[in-house]
C-alpha cells in the first residue's frame, strides 16, 4: 500500500515537473509505426549511439527482429554487439553509479521514454543541442537545459551551435536569434539528420508500446477478412435470390 503511494506520489511529482513544460515550442515528429524501413533504422541507431548509456531493459532482442521484419541472423550480425542472446533484454553492462559519477546523472532506461516525454519532446530534444563551452561536454540543450548528456549524434549532425543575424528590428540593427544550425562537420545534412532522428524517435514511440504495431496490424488483416466476407455473403444472396425473382 505504501508502495503504490509512494510510487502514485511520484508520478504526480514527475507530471507536475512536466506541466512546467519545455522553454521552446515542440516540432512535430514525423513519424510512422508502419514504416517498417524506418523502424529498423531507428533500431540501428539506438544500438550504435544510445545503448552505451541506455538500457532497453523491458524490450527482448527477439521481440524487435520479430516486429521490425529482420531476420534473426542478420539482427544478430548487425544489431548485438557483445554475443547475448537473441532472447535477452536490450541492456548494457554500465552501472547506474557510474553513470553518475561520469555525468553527474544516470541515463535512464529508455524503454518508456516515449510514453513519458511523447515522441514530439524526444524529436525536438536530439535535434536541439548545442555548443556551449561552459558545460562539461560542450553542450547544452535547449529542451533539457543542463542537461548531463553530451551530444552523441555529433558525428552525424556536426556541431549544432546558436545562429544570430543582423537584423533591424524598430529602425536599430540587433543581433537576433534565428535558430540552431550546425557547422557542417557532420555526415548528415540538416534534413537527412532530422529524418535520422525520426527514425530514432519511431523506433522508441514503437519500443514504449511494441502492441500498437500488432493491433494495427491485425485490425488490417480483419479489415480485409471483412471485405472477403462481404463479398462472400452478397454472392450468396444473389444466389438464393436467383429463382424468386
Ligand atoms: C555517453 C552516455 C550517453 C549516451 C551514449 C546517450 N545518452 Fe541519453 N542521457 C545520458 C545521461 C547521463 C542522461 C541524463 C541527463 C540528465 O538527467 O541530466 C541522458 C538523458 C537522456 C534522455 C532524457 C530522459 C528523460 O526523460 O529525462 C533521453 C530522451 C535520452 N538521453 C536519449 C538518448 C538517445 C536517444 C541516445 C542515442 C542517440 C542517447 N540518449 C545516448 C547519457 C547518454
Same mark, same amino acid.
Given at each position: 500500500m505504501m508502495k503504490k503511494l509512494l510510487s502514485a506520489a511520484a508520478l504526480l511529482a514527475s507530471s507536475l515537473a512536466m506541466a512546467a513544460g519545455p522553454t521552446i515550442p515542440l516540432d512535430k515528429a514525423p513519424i510512422d509505426l508502419t514504416d517498417k524501413a524506418s523502424l529498423q533504422n531507428g533500431a540501428k541507431l539506438f544500438q550504435n549511439y544510445c545503448l552505451g548509456c541506455h538500457q532497453? +531493459?523491458? +524490450?527482448?532482442y527477439s521481440r524487435t527482429f520479430r516486429d521490425l521484419d529482420i531476420p534473426e541472423d542478420v539482427g544478430m550480425a548487425n %544489431? @548485438?554487439? *557483445? &554475443?547475448?542472446?537473441? &532472447?535477452? /533484454?536490450? *541492456?548494457?553492462? @554500465?552501472s547506474g553509479k557510474d553513470g553518475e559519477k561520469w555525468f553527474g546523472a544516470t541515463p535512464p532506461d529508455l524503454t518508456n521514454v516515449a510514453r513519458v516525454r511523447g515522441p514530439d519532446w524526444l524529436y525536438t530534444y536530439l535535434r536541439s543541442f548545442y555548443a556551449d563551452p561552459s558545460r562539461p561536454f560542450g553542450v547544452n540543450n535547449d $529542451?533539457? #537545459? @543542463? $542537461?548531463? @548528456? #553530451? /551530444? $552523441?549524434l555529433q558525428e552525424l549532425q556536426g556541431l549544432p551551435y546558436k545562429a544570430y543575424e543582423t537584423r533591424l528590428v524598430d529602425g536599430e540593427s540587433k543581433q537576433v536569434y534565428v535558430g540552431i544550425k550546425t557547422d557542417? *562537420?557532420?555526415? %548528415?545534412?540538416t534534413e537527412e539528420y532530422d529524418r535520422a532522428v525520426a527514425d530514432l524517435v519511431n523506433y522508441l514511440e514503437y519500443v514504449g508500446e511494441p502492441t500498437k504495431l500488432e493491433s494495427r496490424e491485425l485490425g488490417v488483416k480483419v479489415m480485409v477478412f471483412l471485405l472477403i466476407f462481404f463479398v462472400l455473403a452478397y454472392l450468396l444472396k444473389k444466389e438464393y435470390w436467383r429463382d424468386v425473382h
Open positions: 532497453m +531493459q523491458y +524490450q527482448r %544489431l @548485438m554487439f *557483445t &554475443g547475448e542472446k537473441v &532472447g535477452d /533484454h536490450i *541492456t548494457n553492462n @554500465m $529542451v533539457f #537545459p @543542463m $542537461v548531463g @548528456m #553530451p /551530444h $552523441v557542417g *562537420t557532420g555526415e %548528415l545534412s
